[in-house]
C-alpha cells in the first residue's frame, strides 16, 4: 500500500507545487486602515476644492485688480408688485387709448410721417425750443442753475438765429442741456412717484407726472408766449404736437401678443421712475436722467 501512495503521488504532483497559506484574520484592523485611507482622500477632495474655488475668484491677467460679481439670487430681483389702486380705471383708460390710437393716432401720425424730413424736423426743433421756457423756471426751482442759465441761453439762441426754433441752432454751440419739467421738480425734491396712473390720450403716468403735466401746462397758459396758448391757436399748437410726438413714437398697443401687457407696462414704466429718482439724488446724475417734457403737453 506504501508503494502503490509513493507510486500515484509521484505519478500526480507537479514538480512545482508549493501550499499556499491563507493570511491571518485581522477585522478589526483592516477596518481602521481602510477608514484612514477614505480620510486620507475626503481630505485631499477639500484640499482641491478649496484650490479650484481659489482660481476662480482670482482675476485674471486682463482683469487685475476686479473683483468678481456675486451671483445674484430671486432675493435681488425687483418685486414685480406696482402700488396700482386705481387699477379697473386705469384699465378702461388703457382700452380707451389704444381703440383711439389705433382709430385716430395711428392713420393721422402714419400720414404726418410721410411729409418731408425737414419739415418734420422744423417742427419738433419749434416744440422744444417752446419747452425751454417751462424749463428755464425748473431748473432754477430745483436748484440747478448752470442748467438753467444754458436752457435760457437755448431758447434766446433758437428763436433768433434758428428763427423761432425751428432750427436747433444751439447744438452747433454746444448748448445742449435735456428737457426738464414740474414733475422732475417734485422728483428733485423728494417726492414719491405715487400711484400708478393712466391719463386718457396721454398714457401711462404717475401721480407725480400728473401733477406735474398740469403745472407745466399752467405755467405755459399763464406765460402765453406769443399767444399760442389761448384761444383756437392752442387748439391746433396742442393737436400738432401731439401728432409730432406720436410719430417719433414706435410703441403699438396689443402688437406683443402677451396677455400681460398692462401689467409690463405699468412696471417697467414705475420702476425707470425710481431708477431715474435715484440717479437724480445721487451726488453726480448723469446728464440723459431728465426726459424730455414738451410744452402744453
Partial sequence: MVAVAAFILDGCAAPGFVIHRMPAETPAADNAEALERQQALAKEKQQADQE????EREP?????????PVPLTPADAPSMKTYDPWERLNRINYRFNAGFDEAVFLPVSNAYRRLPG?????????FDNLSEVDSV???TLQGRLGRGV???????????LGIGGLFDVAAHLRLADPLTGFGITLARWGMHPGP??????????????GIGRLADYGVCYGINLADLYRGYQSWALGTLNAVNQRAGNDFRYYSSGSPFEYETIRFLYV??????DEALHARTPPR??????PAGQ
Fill in 150 to 160: 444754458r436752457s435760457l441761453g437755448r431758447f434766446v439762441v433758437n428763436s433768433t
Fill in 52 to 55: 479650484q474655488a481659489q482660481k
Fill in 137 to 139: 423756471i425748473n431748473y
Fill in 288 to 293: 440723459a436722467r431728465d426726459r424730455a417734457t
Fill in 60 to 68: 485674471t491677467d486682463g482683469e487685475s485688480g476686479a473683483q468678481v
Fill in 271 to 276: 420702476h425707470r421712475e425710481l431708477i431715474e
Fill in 196 to 209: 400708478y396712473l393712466v391719463i386718457p390720450l396721454l398714457g401711462p403716468a404717475t401721480l407725480r407726472d
Fill in 118 to 126: 425737414p419739415i418734420r424736423t422744423a417742427a419738433h426743433n419749434f
